[in-house]
């Protein structure tokens, strides 16, 4: 922090570019931290806030409820995977993830099941900065290890079968819930693994009787190249968890989704098993709106079909790419990443690609770009020109 240079200042933004009170224009190459999925200042998106705002901007959901919260439930309902079929609110993904941890623990008590009360995670994973979740980070790699001593301890794997079904035979009695980004891990250092992990890792927590949680707060809405990540490996989570694309980077909003099988633990006559967590702003009806909007943009407007040529055009630009200090380049969706041999290599990368019109912010050993869907493939590639051209 002391060495950091000062934060630059926005004026505007409209479209993918950002820009600053001294009046440069930057493309943002990484959505505001992948949220901004129809970049800056859409107009359907204001248009839906505004006749929100004109009713009310938020009430409580505590004995009240709202038609934004219901047909954003029911709309989400519609797209995950089949059996997703119960909404909760909150208002950051990283409190989604809170969520579903606390489901998890609660549903076996609720159950009469004593002691399984860990997680199992996968290193190199990130799933927030709240307590709970810093606890399923990697504890040695990851951004939280400095708290390990203060963290609950936690059970982790590398993407293996072989290691999962160990652990499990060994400590699934402790064990409430497996939890993993499917597919791509972020900012634990943008990895990927393939859907037969995520597929067989769901035959295990059903056969060890393990829940199973899909953090798809980054690999949701299209990220992966699907509408979410599961949906490349044919299965349906106990529990799933979305953010940041959700609203588009408009307000922050979470939605923790579960099947009729967690739900229904939850029901009863006694206080007790009623699931107890109430965020101010659950369901705020903003953001409900404006997750509304943008779900209606992304299926009327073929994201799907925007984000496949993305896809197209990362590969052609990145994939085999080589210079000096450079370990790896790989494409995944509409996610591209040029990966060092360590942080030294690409010091001075951010500054050197604002002289080229572009907003990059490495993270750890990585550049990557994980651009607005409404990309130009002009802008595209001038992104991942300066990329590359740091390097040579």
């Known amino acids: 922090m002391q060495t950091m240079p000062p934060p630059l200042k926005v004026a505007n933004a409209k479209g993918v570019k950002i820009y ?49 919260a219901e047909k954003l439930a029911n709309e989400l309902v ?12 909150a208002d950051s993904g990283s409190v989604g993830m809170e969520v579903a941890m606390k489901m998890a623990v609660q549903f076996f008590k609720n159950n009469g099941i004593d002691g399984k009360t860990k997680f199992a995670s996968l290193y190199r994973g990130y799933h927030g900065d709240t307590t709970g979740v810093m606890s399923i980070g990697d504890p040695e790699e990851g951004m939280h290890h400095l708290f390990k ?76 190249g699907t509408m979410f990540a599961c949906e490349q490996a044919g299965i349906t989570p106990d529990i799933m968890v979305l953010g940041k ?25 006694s206080y007790e098993k009623a699931f107890m967590h109430g965020p101010t702003f659950m369901g705020n009806a903003l953001a ?25 055009i990362l590969k052609e630009e990145l994939l085999g790419f080589e210079a000096k200090g450079v370990k790896e380049a790989r494409v995944f969706g509409a996610c591209g990443i040029i990966e060092t041999l360590n942080e030294s290599y690409h010091s001075g ?25 409404i ?14 051209e740091f390097f040579k």
């Open 20 to 68: 600053l009170e001294d009046g440069q224009e930057l493309i943002d190459s990484i959505s505001s931290w992948w949220c901004a999925i129809h970049g800056y200042n859409h107009p359907k998106i204001n248009s839906a806030l505004e006749e929100q705002m004109q009713k009310f901007s938020h009430v409580m959901l505590g004995g009240l409820t709202h038609e934004p």
């Open 78 to 89: 519609r797209i995950t995977p089949h059996g997703l079929n119960h909404v909760f609110f």
């Open 149 to 224: 001593g203060f963290l609950p301890k936690q059970f982790f794997i590398h993407p293996s079968l072989q290691e999962m079904e160990k652990l499990f035979e060994e400590h699934n009695g402790e064990i409430a819930a497996f939890a993993c980004e499917p597919l791509l891990q972020g900012a634990g250092g943008f990895n990927f693994y393939p859907p037969e992990f995520l597929s067989g890792a769901k035959k295990l927590c059903s056969q060890y009787n393990v829940l199973l949680i899909a953090d798809e707060v980054a690999t949701g809405f299209g990220r992966t």
């Open 245 to 269: 694309g959700l609203t588009a980077g408009y307000l922050g909003l979470s939605a923790t989704l579960a099947t009729d099988n967690v739900y229904n633990s939850f029901l009863g006559e």
């Open 288 to 312: 409900c709106s404006a997750a509304l909007a943008s779900l209606k943009i992304f299926e009327r407007e073929n994201y799907l079909g925007k984000i496949a040529r993305i896809n197209e």
């Open 349 to 373: 990368i951010q500054e050197f690609a604002r002289s080229r019109g572009v907003w990059l912010r490495p993270f750890l050993n990585v550049v990557y770009t994980m651009p607005p869907y």
């Open 375 to 388: 990309i130009s493939e002009e802008e595209l590639r001038k992104v991942c020109g300066a990329m590359k």
